[in-house]
């Protein structure tokens, strides 16, 4: 006959569903079979929490059990005081989970499916990533393995969303898309596209990878880039054509502007994972012509005349 179920879970008679059920929730999470592989003292601590909460899971199978009517394994107490067994009231092979073989079927406990809450935890379909409970105690491997890759993607998709070909090592291609707002270490989930199985396919983790790029860079939250200017532009003021994530812009210089002068391009920038868009710096970089140019050596020295600079020195 099976431990007490209370005792099983660690949990007094007058414990509220919710303690039972986050009880529940700790010793599945802590013994399951995907995350102890090869370790059948796990399994058999994962077997009885299960069939605990088979009994006290349920509001109607708790009151009959508080009653006496059934006993720890669920079966029905025969008149009398007897304990019922594989051949009581249930009939051949009903014992454990009170169904024929004692396999799991996925009872509903208080609204709540045992099997979706191992598939919460472990991220896959009824009872584990790798079927878990689907077929019985004895079936942990009936749902197809997940995959894991690793994308990597431009930083002007992970600001404005976008696809991109994935190919396995099985040969499979498939298109993934790219959320708005995707980080280096973000991993999407592609529910199904992972190795078959006999109740279905496992899932694909994609764990995205941000390359650097050729013109932007992120400081903190903000999207900086270098812009070259003319002399001309940097002294007299303008009109310069600056390259953003959504396309070319015009943007002002203003007149004496110098390098390390920054001008903000506002929503240009970088995206959170609702869509917004930050703001965009660009940095101005003062560049001469290219070759001998007579007039601007002239009036260089002209001025180097008139008032001699020595740039400040950083201590």
Do not use: C
């Not at 025969?78 to 009872?107: I, Y």
């Not at 997940?146 to 998709?157: E, G, W």
């Not at 868009?277 to 009036?299: H, N, Q």
């Amino acid at each position: 006959m099976a431990r007490d179920p209370y005792q099983e879970l660690g949990v007094s008679r007058t414990a509220s569903a919710d303690e039972i059920r986050k009880a529940f929730r700790k010793l599945a999470k802590a013994n399951h079979p995907d995350t102890n592989p090869g370790n059948a003292a796990a399994e058999e601590r994962f077997k009885k929490v299960s069939a605990a909460f088979d009994i006290v899971g349920d509001a109607e199978k708790r009151k009959k059990f508080d009653a006496g009517l059934i006993d720890a394994d669920g079966r029905e107490t025969a008149p009398g005081g007897f304990g019922g067994g594989p051949w009581g009231p249930g009939g051949p092979g009903q014992g454990g989970f009170g169904q024929r073989g004692g396999g799991f079927r996925g009872e509903t406990f208080e609204g709540a499916d045992l099997g979706d809450i191992l598939g919460e935890m472990f991220g896959g379909g009824r009872g584990g990533r790798n079927g878990g409970m689907g077929g019985g105690f004895g079936g942990f491997s009936q749902r197809g393995a997940d995959v894991r890759a690793k994308l990597d993607i431009d930083l002007v998709d992970s600001i404005l969303g976008g696809k991109q070909r994935i190919a396995f090592s099985d040969g499979r291609t498939i298109d993934v898309t790219i959320p708005k707002g995707a980080q280096t270490g973000q991993t999407l989930r592609l529910k199904g596209q992972g190795s078959p199985g006999r109740s279905g396919a496992g899932d694909a983790f994609i764990e995205i990878a941000v390359k650097p790029h050729p013109i932007y860079r992120r400081e903190d939250d903000a999207l900086v880039m270098d812009l070259p200017v003319t002399l001309y532009d940097a002294v007299l003021g303008g009109k310069v054509e600056a390259p953003t994530p959504d396309g070319p812009v015009n943007i002002t210089v203003p007149k004496g502007s110098n390098t390390g002068a920054r001008l903000r391009l506002k929503g240009r920038g970088l995206s959170d994972t609702r869509g917004h868009r930050g703001d965009l710096f660009a940095r101005l970089v003062v560049t001469l012509p290219e070759g001998a140019d007579p007039a601007l050596e002239a009036f260089a020295e002209e001025q180097k005349a008139k008032r001699p600079y020595s740039p400040k020195r950083r201590a």
